[in-house]
């Protein structure tokens, strides 16, 4: 088919790449197909809103290594479930899903490329039952969507939380301390797996494995008694004690997004070791440093392969579908394959058994 007009939108929490993303798009569909891309603000809002911007060669031409994204996003603007917080404070929920598809049609697009994570894709796949032609293309820091081997934006918060990691080891090594380094990634280990391996961590605690405040005390007693009284925890801000349940920054209820917010378990593991052992304990939240700034060389490559991908599979009229990458290619899945999926990190994963083969302890018993 040929495509004149297309739309795109970025939504839930921003990343790095996003705007790499947003420029293959615009610069494939304008070089390849001459076509005109609209994009809209503020992630699915703007089609709620009808608030809009045309992009072009020449206005996305500096905005390959710019963290953020140009169309700006969120992550509580489900037109399915639009929640509105009213004058007594309370939360309403509206369905705007009706008028959000009357802004497609009126801005007259052939095609809706949905940028996001989880979340978003859910909701692209939501219009596309309602007959929106949509491409989904994954992004997320926590690299926990399936179908797709990464998400744009996971190497570049890895490497962010590597760097800080090695920040934290002077202070470990200098002060005889034990330093705890809490990162993102919500239910999935990823990131603090990865970036905890590259940085050298003697100590991951990741969702996927429930720690046993024990088996790390013992690992630190262990470092301490062989001449090392420091010692590097990685801890992943889903991660949770034997037993325990996940520490919340804020409950689910009463926020807008209707989503608890993660966040503390890294000061919960300082209190715990600090009861059982004379050495300082000390904690770092790296928060949102992990989704800003400029995106790494993979971060960039991976978005605008996926961006000029999905352009061509728009003109091939596959929608329904999301760009992803199966290495070395960029593949098509279906949206409706993806539909409420989250990938953690699998136990048998030769990730987990290279961490626990080289004496990094995931706060259980090594296999
Ligand atoms: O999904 C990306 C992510 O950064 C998670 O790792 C984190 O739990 C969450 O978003 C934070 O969301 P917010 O920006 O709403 O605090």
Redesign the pocket.
């Known amino acids: 088919m040929t495509i004149k007009r297309v739309g795109i939108l970025t939504g ?2 921003d ?1 790095s790449g996003l705007n790499a993303v947003i420029r293959a798009v615009t610069r494939a569909a304008a070089i390849q197909y001459g076509a005109q891309v609209i994009g809209i603000e503020g992630g699915f809002e703007g089609l709620i809103s009808g608030q809009t911007q045309e992009l072009t060669v020449k206005s996305t031409k500096d905005i390959l290594t710019l963290g953020g994204t140009i169309l700006g996003t969120t ?1 509580k603007g489900n037109p399915f479930q639009y929640r509105e917080r009213m004058e007594d404070g309370a939360v309403k929920t509206t369905d705007y899903s009706g008028k959000a598809v009357e802004t497609f049609n009126r801005l007259n697009l052939d095609c809706l490329f949905v940028v996001g ?1 989880e979340g978003t894709l859910e909701i692209g796949y939501q219009f596309f039952k309602k007959g929106i032609p949509v491409i989904g293309i994954p992004k ?3 690299n926990d969507l399936e179908g797709t081997d990464y998400t744009f934006g996971f190497q570049t918060a890895v490497q962010v939380a590597c760097d800080a990691l090695d920040r934290l080891q002077t202070t470990g090594r200098s002060h005889d301390r034990v330093m705890i380094l809490e990162v ?3 239910n999935a280990g990823w990131i603090a797996l990865e970036a905890g391996i590259a940085g050298g961590a003697h100590i991951i605690l990741i969702p996927e494995i429930e720690y046993d405040i024990q088996n790390v005390i013992r690992k630190i007693m262990l470092r301490k008694k062989g001449g090392s009284p420091f010692s590097i925890i990685m801890i992943a ?1 889903g991660a949770k004690e034997r037993g325990g349940t996940t520490v919340k920054a804020e409950e689910a209820q009463g926020r807008l ?1 209707g989503v608890e ?2 966040g503390g378990i890294g000061f919960h593991l300082a209190r715990q070791i600090e009861k059982q052992i004379d050495l300082e304990v000390r904690t770092t939240v790296l928060g ?1 440093i ?2 800003g700034g400029s995106p790494n060389s993979f971060d960039r490559v991976l978005g605008t392969r996926l961006g000029s991908f999905a352009v061509d599979a728009a003109v091939q009229g596959k929608f329904g579908t999301m760009a992803a990458l199966k290495i070395p290619d960029i593949v098509l899945v279906d949206l409706r394959d993806l539909a409420g999926k989250v990938r953690t990190v699998p136990l048998d994963s030769q990730l987990i058994r290279c961490a626990e083969s080289i004496g990094i302890n995931l706060g259980r018993e090594a296999m």
């Open positions: 839930g929490g990343c992550n994570g997320t820091i926590d993102m990634g919500r801000e997004q917010k993660l949102h992990q989704r």
